[in-house]
Nanobody, 121 residues
Framework: QVQLVESGGGLAQPGGSLRLSCAAS????????MSWARQAPGKGLEWVSE????????YYADSVKGRFTISRDNAKNTLYLQMNSLKPEDAALYYC??????????????WGRGTQVPVSS
């Protein structure tokens, strides 16, 4: 069965960095675009970033552009999100999700359970 397991969350300070990982299993990872999304306390789900199945293209929400970098290692079936220059408003539960398409299809059929990223001094 398809599984997505996020890790790497934890308390970060404003201006600090954190790298999230998402270990995928149960499907052909290299055939799907993958995405990160987040949900802050009391707010709706916010799409953060997406990467094509072969890593050839990436997309970012304006709120994280220039600070976050999405990447993937298809040999390791793992998705990453490098988060730099963290702000208090980046605090959220971060999810990885599988896109049904190899590119930016905007239809996500599997989600992980999330990893918490509090940002506080």
């Amino acid at each position: 069965q398809v599984q997505l397991v996020e890790s790497g969350g934890g308390l970060a300070q404003p201006g600090g960095s954190l790298r999230l990982s998402c270990a995928a299993s149960g499907f052909t990872f290299s055939s799907h675009a993958m995405s990160w999304a987040r949900q802050a306390p009391g707010k709706g789900l916010e799409w953060v970033s997406e990467i094509y199945s072969d890593g050839s293209d990436t997309y970012y929400a304006d709120s994280v552009k220039g600070r976050f970098t999405i990447s993937r290692d298809n040999a390791k079936n793992t998705l990453y999100l490098q988060m730099n220059s963290l702000k208090p408003e980046d605090a959220a539960l971060y999810y990885c999700a599988r896109d049904r398409s190899w590119s930016l299809g905007w239809v996500y059929d599997y989600w992980g359970r999330g990893t918490q990223v509090p940002v506080s001094s």
